[in-house]
């Protein structure tokens, strides 16, 4: 009998604590995304790796994006994480090999909720964000688009809108509702302060530039693209 209870008790405090954001992330993200840091340092590496480093999620991500996205997944980069693992020949030109992407797990209310808590609060950024990185003010999409793609070159890898763009990188319509400004400009100026191994150029965009851009992000992510 105590030992059907402690093992019972056993059982409860087990679970409870799986339960737990710390937990969800150990136990069902940590074989694709890297929690601890730091960022990969050899391209083999990089290559080992299957999603995205969220060992700085609380100064990447907008928590609010968060929990919506891990209950509800889609696709962010149209060829997928690394992108050079998913495209094989086409006829003209490289072509995205869909069998090799899979669809993201996804979250429960709940589950999100707690993951979203656990994940705020990593915040071993390997560069300094100030808060007021980016100070605000708005841009035209004509202007802006040009300053993207015209002036900086940007567009080669990154969609403007759904099937609009480059392939390479994640689309940028939805960026400014993923993430936070700071880490936006912070990251264009340097990508590779963030990850010595991102295939993301850094551009030397002028900081002018760089505050046009993210204006540009704020002004595509004000359309409701998950309703398109
Ligand atoms: C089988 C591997 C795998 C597992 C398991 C997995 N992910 Fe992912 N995750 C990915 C890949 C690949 C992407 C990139 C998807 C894209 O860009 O469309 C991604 C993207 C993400 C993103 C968006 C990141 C960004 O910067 O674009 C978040 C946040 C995320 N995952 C969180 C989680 C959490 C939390 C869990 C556990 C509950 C989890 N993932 C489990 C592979 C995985
Ligand atoms: C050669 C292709 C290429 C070019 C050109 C390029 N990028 Fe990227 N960019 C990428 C890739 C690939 C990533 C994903 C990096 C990673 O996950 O490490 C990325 C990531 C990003 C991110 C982070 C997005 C996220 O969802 O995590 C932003 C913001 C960004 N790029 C903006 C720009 C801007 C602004 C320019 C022009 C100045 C630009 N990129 C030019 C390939 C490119």
């Given at each position: 009998?105590?030992?059907?209870?402690?093992?019972?008790?056993?059982?409860?405090?087990?679970?409870?604590?799986?339960?737990?954001?710390?937990?969800?992330?150990?136990?069902?993200c940590?074989?694709c995304h890297d929690l601890?840091g730091?960022a990969a340092?050899?391209?083999?590496?990089l290559?080992?790796r299957k999603g995205p480093d969220l060992f700085y999620a609380?100064?990447k991500y907008?928590?609010?994006?968060l929990?919506?996205w891990?209950?509800?997944?889609?696709?962010i980069r149209?060829?997928g994480y690394l992108y050079?693992?998913?495209?094989?020949?086409?006829?003209?030109?490289?072509?995205?090999?869909?069998?090799?992407?899979?669809?993201h797990?996804?979250?429960?209310?709940?589950?999100?909720?707690?993951?979203?808590?656990?994940l705020?609060?990593?915040?071993?950024?390997?560069?300094?964000?100030?808060?007021?990185?980016?100070?605000?003010?708005?841009?035209?999409?004509?202007?802006?688009?040009?300053?993207?793609?015209?002036?900086?070159?940007?567009?080669?890898?990154?969609?403007?809108?759904?099937?609009?763009?480059?392939?390479?990188g994640p689309?940028?319509?939805?960026?400014?509702?993923r993430m936070?400004?700071?880490?936006?400009?912070?990251f264009?100026?340097?990508?590779?302060?963030w990850n010595?191994?991102t295939p993301m150029?850094?551009?030397?965009?002028?900081?002018?530039?760089?505050?046009?851009?993210?204006?540009?992000?704020?002004?595509?992510?004000?359309?409701?693209?998950?309703?398109?």
């Amino acid at each position: 009998m105590r030992a059907t209870i402690s093992l019972l008790l056993l059982f409860l405090s087990a679970s409870s604590w799986a339960d737990t954001g710390e937990q969800l992330l150990q136990q069902r993200c940590a074989s694709c995304h890297d929690l601890q840091g730091p960022a990969a340092s050899t391209l083999e590496d990089l290559w080992q790796r299957k999603g995205p480093d969220l060992f700085y999620a609380g100064v990447k991500y907008r928590p609010q994006w968060l929990r919506q996205w891990l209950q509800k997944p889609r696709r962010i980069r149209p060829a997928g994480y690394l992108y050079f693992q998913h495209i094989k020949p086409g006829e003209k030109h490289d072509v995205i090999d869909a069998s090799t992407l899979s669809e993201h797990m996804a979250l429960s209310a709940d589950e999100a909720r707690k993951v979203t808590e656990a994940l705020m609060t990593r915040k071993a950024a390997p560069v300094q964000v100030k808060g007021d990185e980016f100070g605000g003010g708005s841009i035209s999409i004509t202007f802006g688009e040009m300053v993207f793609d015209k002036f900086n070159g940007c567009m080669a890898c990154h969609e403007i809108e759904p099937g609009y763009g480059g392939l390479s990188g994640p689309e940028v319509y939805t960026a400014a509702k993923r993430m936070q400004s700071a880490y936006l400009v912070s990251f264009i100026r340097d990508p590779q302060a963030w990850n010595p191994k991102t295939p993301m150029p850094n551009k030397h965009t002028s900081e002018l530039n760089i505050q046009k851009i993210v204006r540009y992000f704020h002004a595509l992510a004000k359309e409701n693209w998950d309703e398109k």
